[in-house]
């Protein structure tokens, strides 16, 4: 279950890859309290691909209640209306791309 610190990512885009990180601030009997936090990304301005990394407590959103879920065996959350589920982050660099 998650745990207080926990980071959640989120990967969405159309012809390119963002990637939202989600910092959980409190457990609840329903579920976690999150807050999106701000990320560092370092992209190859030829290729324009890269990957993005976390800032843990950098946080830049008022704190929002999901409700966890299991999928494969990974906790998830509805992340929002337009980009999906976030899932338990596992440490490593995440790809993303971006869109001249």
């Known amino acids: 279950m998650a745990k207080i610190g926990d980071i959640f990512v989120a ?6 890859t963002n990637a939202d990180f989600f910092q959980v ?18 992209i190859n301005p030829q290729s324009l691909t890269g990957t993005s990394m976390p800032i843990k407590n950098a946080f830049d959103e008022e704190a929002k209640t999901k409700r966890i879920y299991l999928f494969d065996g990974i906790e ?4 929002g209306e337009s980009f999906g589920s976030a899932e338990l982050w596992d440490g490593n660099p995440v790809n993303i791309s971006s869109y001249a």
Request: charged residues 25%; without cysteine; glycine residues 8%.
């Open 11 to 16: 990967t969405w885009g159309w012809e390119q």
């Open 25 to 42: 601030v409190a457990v609840t009997p329903k579920g976690v309290k999150i807050r999106h936090i701000k990320s560092k990304e370092n």
């Open 76 to 79: 998830h959350f509805q992340a």
